[in-house]
């Protein structure tokens, strides 16, 4: 078995500063990959995710997402690093309405012209959400808090967007400091949906012009401890603002901050509207290419 080589484009998402907001690998013209060796660059590149460009005959293009574990359905940071990337390489236009074929399903986006080049807004999968039916004490603790830091006013609930992450409420903004994750006991806590991510997050923020602030601890399979700015789960954020924090709104712009524990401070814009009895979810944000990496992988 012989070796080769890919060139992985590094985007950081959800900032235009390189080393903020969420790390992301993209690669294009990726038809030709297998799904091991998408796992092993993926791996390699060691980002939460890394996002391969196929040819779609569904949509305008296909993505698929990978940690360094296993494939994700859907990824936000890593989907506005991706068409970021595209529209930087001509491929897309900006203002442009675009359909992407995901795991997820086809979603519809859009390229929005910027005054820092362009914002990438991502339509996401209709919410979803369950009730969390484990122990509470065993839950806070897997994260290093106990129960009083939960903000027993809102549930505890595992949201989806596209990926399943459990949404757990806290009180306030100095908890974030005190958490410590202990992802390999999740799996056990999490009897429902034993792959779903935690992500605790607070009304409190640090920026004033944000409205929510957040940590997201990573599923032990996918082979990362925390991911720094979340665009899957602050789009089910959004949702959950309006079905359990604010029910009679009919819709609700919501700023997300992330990041800040772990150096990589960055922000999601969510927009959330009522439509007949769903809630539609658009996430936005921008991405900037940080750098280049030459992975080799098998063949």
Known sequence: ?????????????????????????????????????????????????????????????RLRYFTPGHEMNLCGHATVASLTALWERGVLEEDAEILVETKAGLLPMKLISSEKGVAIYMRQAAPEFISFEGDVGELMASIGLTTADWDEQYPIVYGSTGIWTLLIPIRTLEAFERMIPNNKTFPSILTQIPKASLHPFAAETIHPDCHMHARHFSSPYSGTIEDPVTGTASGVMGAYWLQYMHP??????????????????????????RKNDIIEITISGTAVLTGELDIQYDD
């Open 1 to 61: 078995m012989g070796q080769k080589q890919v060139k992985v484009y590094h985007y950081d998402a959800f900032t235009d500063i390189p080393g903020k907001g969420n790390p992301a690998g993209v690669v294009f013209d990726a038809d030709a990959f297998t799904e091991e060796q998408m796992v092993q660059i993926a791996r390699r590149v060691g980002f939460n995710e890394t996002t391969f460009v196929q040819t779609s005959a569904l949509g305008t293009l």
């Open 248 to 273: 009679k709104q009919a819709s609700a712009e919501v700023w997300v901050e992330q990041g800040r524990e772990v150096g990589k401070d960055g922000k999601v814009f969510v927009q959330a509207m």
